[in-house]
């Protein structure tokens, strides 16, 4: 039997390392009024706001900005491995597609 080898999937850019878990967090004002912004486990946050929405619109900007995952190391069990969309996963990194039907072996 001979020995099989793998190769590794490119390094994550630093930026990537980075764990992003963002959120958005109600708060009460000095007026007592509620405010919402956006919180990410990245140390991003937002300004505070009277709206919902307008910290879900701070938290899209954020995720926009991230840099974009790699076909190679894009995560096909999100739920399982606790990845989101814009972050690497470690366990689906480098393998190859179930149906990837382009890579025919010969024998």
């Known amino acids: 039997m001979a020995p099989t080898t793998t ?3 490119a390094p994550a850019p630093a930026s990537a390392l980075v764990r992003h878990r963002p ?9 007592g009024h509620t405010s919402y912004r956006l919180d990410c ?3 991003t946050t937002s300004k ?3 709206a919902r929405r307008l910290a879900e619109w701070d938290l899209g900007e954020h995720v926009a ?3 974009k995952v790699p076909a190679g190391q894009q995560c096909r069990d999100a739920k399982r491995h606790d990845r ?3 972050e690497p996963c470690t366990l689906c990194a480098g393998q190859a597609s179930l149906f990837d039907l382009g890579a025919e072996v010969t024998a």
């Open 41 to 43: 486990s990245c140390g």
């Open 23 to 31: 959120v958005i967090a109600r708060g009460v004002t000095d007026l």
């Open 65 to 67: 900005t991230l840099p």
């Open 48 to 50: 505070e706001h009277s």
């Open 7 to 9: 190769t590794a999937s």
């Open 84 to 86: 989101r969309h814009w």
